[in-house]
């Protein structure tokens, strides 16, 4: 999974699950989010930093990053307020570390003198301002978290494996290059926006990286029908033509997180509706995006409530077809998870998310998934057949509300599973929601 997206991101909501282990289900279906704990928390094969927001990102990477920690050093490039707090309290802020270093790992509540938040969202108190000045500088890292999701920082020393902390700094230039190869290696094809977004790199940064790796040969430009701007690929990327994905999908995760990009590619607006308040949402709280075929077929409001062991499916709602224009998917067959390891007619619809691991990759296994999945070689030319929307799946109708409805349901059945759950509710909201009502009581699943 890792392998596939590079950069996890990671929110404190908890309604349905924690963010970064949504990637994974997405991916993989029923996986261990133990195992997953522990090759992050004992392993240290990811550690958390400001990669795409606050994500875990694969610590071979540490020293790609290190760039925008002594940026930040400078005050440049982060949250103006944290880069003034640890100006003008730099002894607070040098204590903070020198009580880390003595008594470490420690949580901003440890302090000797936390301080008290404002209250709200962004009310920080002084302690949890200045951990996290100290950890955007590369002073501090995150080496766990509690059960109530507080971060516990430590020396990088301590939390960043020897033989990672011990390799040379790149210099930045040569470091975003690579990380914007490494965004290419999961986007597939892209715009420089895209491909910029993926570690929030400024567009000053980026482009002239971007450029380099243009005439070094490592991108090839493309054009994308439907597309105003020009695109960029690795050289011989295949495309697929053909997907058959199924999956649930977090706000937060690489292949929709960034909005303009699942418009082109998609036709659907991602709208994260976590803080307007409830009277003006349109489509609920914690609203994911349903995967089918090549579509995003539906989009549902989630919520897992623990206590009474159901899955609340609050509003479900049908995705139109973004074009008219769009030919007619082709003729039914039975989808499977997007990307699930060891079916490569599985991972179809995650194709251009595929990319080389941090630690290197099978060319010859991966050659073999390409010949598989029936790809065509990119040219560099114009790409045909990518307006949004545009279906090339072997799978149920994504137009029809009760073909949706009936693999939505298969896919809530196994989450709740998932998740512990014994059933699932499906409140009456959203043009979706009469046919998942008969779906889920097909299925047994309801409550």
């Known amino acids: 999974m890792f392998a596939q997206v590079g950069v996890v991101q990671i929110d404190s909501v908890n309604v349905l699950a924690r963010a970064h282990y949504l990637p994974g289900w997405s991916r993989l279906g029923p996986y261990s989010r133990e195992m997953f704990d522990r090759l992050v928390r004992v392993e240290r094969y990811a550690y958390e930093y400001w990669a795409h927001e606050a ?40 204590d903070a570390l020198a009580q880390v270093r003595d008594r470490g790992p420690l949580a901003a509540a440890d302090l000797a003198e936390p301080g008290r938040g404002g209250g709200g969202w962004w009310g920080w108190a002084d302690g949890k301002r200045a951990m996290e000045y100290l950890m955007w500088t590369g002073q501090l890292c995150v080496a766990g978290r509690r059960p109530s999701f507080e971060r516990l920082y430590d ?7 020897p033989a990672v902390l011990g390799l040379p700094t790149p210099d930045p230039h040569d470091a975003v290059r690579i990380l914007l190869g490494h965004a290419a290696d999961r986007l597939g094809v892209a715009t420089a926006g895209d491909l910029a977004d993926y570690f ?42 053909r997907a058959a994905g199924r999956a649930l999908l977090s706000p937060f995760d690489p292949l929709v997180w960034e909005r303009a990009r699942t418009r082109r590619l998609f036709g659907m607006d991602v709208v994260l509706e976590l803080y307007t308040p409830a009277p003006k949402r349109r489509y609920g709280y914690y609203v994911l995006p349903f995967l089918l075929g090549d579509r995003l077929a539906a989009r549902v409001d989630l919520k897992a409530d623990r206590a009474a062991r159901v899955l609340r499916v609050a509003a479900a709602w049908h995705e139109p077809d973004p074009g008219s224009d769009i030919p007619a998917p082709r003729r039914p067959g039975r989808p499977g998870r997007a990307g699930r390891a060891g079916r490569p007619s599985d991972v179809a619809a995650d194709r251009v998310l595929a990319g080389a691991d941090p630690e290197g990759v099978d060319l010859a296994d991966r050659e073999l998934a390409d010949r598989e999945l029936g790809g065509a070689e990119l040219e560099g030319a114009e790409l045909e057949g990518a307006d949004p929307g545009g279906s090339a799946s072997e799978g149920p109708d994504p137009s029809s509300p009760a073909a949706v409805a009936a693999e939505l349901a298969a896919e809530l059945a196994a989450l709740a599973g998932w998740l512990g759950l014994d059933r699932i509710e499906v409140v009456a909201n959203g043009t979706l929601a009469p046919a998942l009502t008969r779906a889920v009581a097909a299925l047994g699943a309801a409550g």
């Not at 610590?59 to 400078?74: D, K």
Request: net charge positive; glycine share 8%.
């Open 55 to 94: 994500s875990l990102v694969p610590v071979a990477w540490e020293p790609l990053l290190r760039w925008r920690a002594a940026a930040a050093l400078a005050g440049d490039g982060m949250w103006r307020g944290i880069a003034a707090f640890g100006r003008e309290r730099a002894d607070y802020v040098a």
């Open 155 to 161: 020396l990088p020393e301590r939390v960043i494996p």
């Open 200 to 241: 929030r790199l400024p567009a000053a940064v980026a482009r002239p990286r971007l450029a380099e790796l243009v005439e070094n040969g490592e991108l090839v430009e493309v054009g994308v029908v439907g597309w105003s701007a020009r695109a960029y690929a690795r050289p011989g990327l295949t495309v697929a033509r």
